[in-house]
C-alpha cells in the first residue's frame, strides 16, 4: 500500500474550523483515502473516505487534490470531543485483506 | 447492535502464561481482524479471517494464534506470553473487502510482566 505523511500534531480553537492535511504522492489509481480517528482510550473509528471527488458527511468533509497526491480532512467547527488521533489511510479497492494500515497519524489537541 | 465487544478490558499476564483474548460482532460481517497498538504507535494487524474456517496472518502473527469457527466470534490465543506482547489489542470486523468501512471494539489492554 501506498504511504502517508502527517503531522504529528496540531492544535485548534474550540469551535474553530482545522484542516487536517494528508499527503499521499505515491497513492495509485485503486487507492481509496480514508480518515479514521481515535479518541483516547478507545478503539479507532470510521469518519469518511473518497476516491476522487470531494466528500462531505456529519462528521467531516474531505477534499481532494485534483492530483490525488494529497487531501484534507475539515473539521468544520471543532469541539473538545475532536480531540484525537487522525489517521489518514489509503486501501487499495483490490486488495483482499482488506487491512488498514496505521501511519503515526495527526495529534489533535483543541483548546477551550 | 452491541457491534464489536472484546473481553477482558484489561489483564497482567505472568511470562510464559496464556489466554485468549475474545471478540464477537453481532453484524454479520464476514471479516474480522486483530490489531495491536503499542504506546504511541498506530495499529499493526497481527490476524485476518475473510469468513468462518479461513484466517490468514498479518504483518506481526508471530506468538498469536486464531480460529473462526463461527462467524460472530474470532477469539486471539497468547501462547507462552512474553513482555514484547504488552500491548492493546483491538479486534474489527467489516462486510466486505476493499473501501469497507472497519469497525472497532474498545480493546483489551494486556500486561505481561
Known amino acids: 500500500d501506498a504511504k502517508t505523511t502527517q503531522p504529528n500534531s496540531m492544535e485548534s480553537n474550540e469551535e474553530e474550523p482545522v484542516h487536517l492535511p494528508c499527503n499521499h504522492s505515491t497513492i495509485s489509481g485503486t487507492d481509496y483515502i480514508h480518515w479514521y480517528r481515535q479518541l483516547p482510550s478507545q478503539g479507532p473509528e470510521y469518519v469518511i473516505h473518497g476516491l476522487t471527488s470531494n466528500v462531505n458527511n456529519r462528521m467531516a468533509s474531505l477534499a481532494i487534490a485534483e492530483d490525488r497526491k494529497s487531501s484534507t480532512l475539515i473539521l468544520h467547527r471543532a469541539t473538545l470531543r475532536d480531540a484525537a488521533v487522525y489517521y489518514c489511510?489509503?486501501?487499495?479497492?483490490?486488495?483482499?485483506?482488506?487491512?488498514?494500515?496505521f501511519g503515526g497519524g495527526t495529534r489533535l489537541m483543541v483548546k477551550p | 447492535n452491541a457491534g464489536v465487544t472484546q473481553t477482558p478490558k484489561f489483564r497482567i499476564l505472568k511470562i510464559g502464561q496464556s489466554m485468549t483474548l475474545q471478540c464477537t460482532q453481532d453484524?454479520?460481517?464476514?471479516?474480522m481482524y486483530w490489531y495491536r497498538q503499542d504506546p504511541g504507535m498506530g495499529l499493526k494487524l497481527i490476524y485476518y479471517s475473510v469468513g468462518a474456517g479461513i484466517t490468514d496472518k498479518g504483518e506481526v502473527p508471530n506468538g498469536y494464534n486464531v480460529s473462526r469457527s463461527t462467524t460472530e466470534d474470532f477469539p486471539l490465543r497468547l501462547e507462552l506470553a512474553a513482555p514484547s506482547q504488552t500491548s492493546v489489542y483491538f479486534c474489527?470486523?467489516?462486510?466486505?473487502?476493499?473501501?469497507?468501512?472497519?469497525?472497532f471494539g474498545p480493546g483489551t489492554r494486556l500486561l505481561v510482566l
Open positions: 474489527a470486523s467489516s462486510y466486505g473487502t476493499g473501501y469497507e468501512t472497519q469497525y
Open positions: 489511510i489509503l486501501r487499495d479497492y483490490n486488495n483482499a485483506g482488506n487491512m488498514l494500515t
Open positions: 453484524m454479520n460481517h464476514n471479516y
